[in-house]
């Protein structure tokens, strides 16, 4: 459908371990990332062993330029897991400027699944920070939940209440929703405390565009060989 709507542009119908992206190249980059208990098979980011959605925002972050940003929908797991390594990796790389958690009902409607969900805005650093920021660890809320420090020092980007619910591997943290208002106004109201800057920068464009006939990869040739 995109690549009917846009002729034009670049779209690739492939695995995101597949892809040919240059690093540095992409501005902003907006995603619902894939996740679940396995990981990927891209021998750039085999060695950390990441779970694909921790994938997802690795392999992203080389692929933004510095100070571009990220926004991803993920779930809860990359702010709250007990291990932060995958945090701090991401810490290292981007700054968080700001995070909302939406309730397990976000997504009911139109994808039928019921989870605790964040989006993530990110920014690309240029360099790697002196300092861990707090949003590595983990703490108490006032209920006595553990979760990312970012929510208990700023409970008001929870679009919901945060309980400890009965799951299928003891007690676990859910984010439930609030009815005393209606969850597009709470989630414009956490929307509007994130701030940040993105600075432009200046391209040379070309003087003439060359006229480029983008032709589809037949799907039965196999990767990596060539074909007339």
């Known amino acids: 459908i995109a690549q009917n709507l846009y002729p034009k542009a670049s779209i690739m119908q492939t695995g995101y371990e597949e892809t040919t992206f240059a690093d540095h190249s992409f501005d902003v980059a907006i995603g619902n990332v894939p996740f679940g208990d396995f990981g990927v098979n891209d021998p750039a980011y085999q060695k950390e062993n990441f779970l694909i959605h921790d994938f997802f925002f690795a392999k992203t972050l080389d692929k933004v330029r510095s100070g571009g940003l990220i926004l991803f929908v993920t779930s809860k797991g990359t702010m709250d897991k007990k291990n932060p390594q995958t945090r701090q990796y991401l810490a290292q ?60 020092e700023h409970p008001e980007m929870i679009v919901g209440k945060m309980e400890l619910v009965s799951g299928p591997y003891g007690m676990e943290s859910q984010c439930l929703p609030d009815t005393f208002s209606p969850f597009e106004t709470q989630l414009q ?24 006939e983008i032709l589809p990869a037949d799907p039965d040739v196999k990767n990596y060989s060539y074909t007339l």
């Open 93 to 152: 790389r981007a700054e968080l400027l700001g995070a909302v958690r939406l309730p397990v009902t976000a997504f009911q409607a139109n994808a039928g699944a019921e989870v605790t969900s964040d989006i993530l805005f990110l920014k690309k650093r240029d360099r790697i920070p002196d300092l861990m920021p707090e949003w590595v660890d983990l703490s108490e809320s006032a209920d006595g939940i553990t979760m990312n420090r970012y929510f208990t």
């Open 189 to 212: 109201n956490a929307l509007g405390q994130i701030t940040g800057q993105f600075h432009e920068i200046e391209r040379e464009e070309p003087e003439e565009e060359a006229e480029t």
